[in-house]
Each structure stands twice: as structure tokens, then as C-alpha cells.
């Protein structure tokens, strides 16, 4: 296993696209805010909708979805990153304008501009960490081959920008969240190299691609989607496909 540098050169795009983001954001007009956010969420409909079509196994995938989505909502994994994304900014900041300030008491009841940074962190995170690049780019990674990471890199990097600029500094912490799943993906890659066939990997993009439609759906503020507790499709998927397929 080689030194992760596409994890790496992932985790300071993601930062420096924050800074950019949320300096910027404040000197960036509302309208051209929301229009920022709406072309985010088309896009990301876009990107879910290409996902979805080269897997040949969609009723697995769907049987997937449908019970990762059961299986996350028991454990409320929505709710407890949000919970994780509060804690963290109680933490390092309180507030949206600044990226550290004094933390703010437990006993505060919650503000809009925490709520946002909690949904930056969340939002950020999932669009950052779910997807087919994620696992092939990280498994190569840590073979030595960086390309795919850093091509992502460069992606992430650039989307940090909009999404700062719309909610703070939240999304800075999604860094935290690369290093945590890219980085685990890069250290297990001699177990995960050849382990997942072409149709697993197939399975489990068309699962990243349904929830990548639903973190669409909360971009473009019509319905709020627990995209979070849908995170149990992404292991659940190429499983059935193994299983089943």
C-alpha cells in the first residue's frame, strides 16, 4: 500500500473550496445564491441519473434501497450526523461568519445558522462520499495509482466553492468525512482489489445514483429527503448483486 495522495490532495481541495466559498459567499448576491444552489441540484440529478443506467440488476438495487432506507432510519443515521455536524460546530465555532469562534453553551437553543452549517456538513459529505469514484478512486489510491482521486479532487474542490458560498462554513468538516471514508477505503484496498465485479460496482453506483436524485430533491428545496439513512444501499447493493444477480 502506497501513501493515500489522492486522499490527500481530496481532503485540501475540499478545504481551500470552503475558505473560497464561505469568504465569497457573504459578497455574493441572494439571487445568485439560489441560482448557484439550483444549478447544484440539477447537476447532481444529472450525475444520479447516469449512475442509475448501466446496471443491468435494478430490481436488486431497488430491493436495496428499500431496505437500506428501513435499515437507516431505525439506526437514524440522518439524525445522528446532524447531531455529529451541531457538536462540531459547537466546537470550533458558532456561527456562520467566521470559521472559529468561541464555542457556543450546550444550552443554546438551535439558530438558521446553525441548522445550515449542520446541512452544509451533511449535504457536502454525502455528495463527496457516495458514488462508484469514491470506492474505485480510494481502492486505487491506495494501490498507488492517485488519477481517479485526483480528477475528483479537482470536482470536489469546485463544488466546495458553491456549497460554502450558500452554507458556510459547515461544509469544511465534509473534509473530516474524506479522510474517514476515503482514507479507510486506501488502507483496505489489498483486501477490497478484485473483490467487487464489474456488476457489484454497476449495483452499487445505481444505488449512489438514487440517493444522489434525492440529495437533488433537497438542492432544489423540494422535498427534504433523509438521504443519510439511505446510506445502507451502498453496501446492501453490490451484496445482492453478489448474492442474487
Known sequence: MSFPLGTALNVVTVVAGTVIGALAGSRIPERLRETVMVSLGLLTAAIGFREILPTD???LV???VLLGAVIGEILRIE????SVG????RRFGGTDDLPFEVAVPE???PTPHRARFSEGFVIASLVFCVGPLTIVGSIQDGLGDHELLIIKAGLDGFAAIAFAAVYGWGVILSALTVVVIQGGIALASGALEGLLTDPMLDALGAAGGVLLLGIALRLLDLKPV?????LPAIVLAPLFVKWWG
Request: aromatic share 4%.
Open 226 to 230: 433523509r438521504v443519510a439513512n439511505m
Open 86 to 89: 451541531q457538536a462540531l460546530q
Open 57 to 59: 440488476e435494478f430490481p
Open 62 to 64: 431497488l430491493g436495496a
Open 79 to 82: 439524525a445522528g450526523l446532524q
Open 107 to 109: 444550552t443554546v437553543t
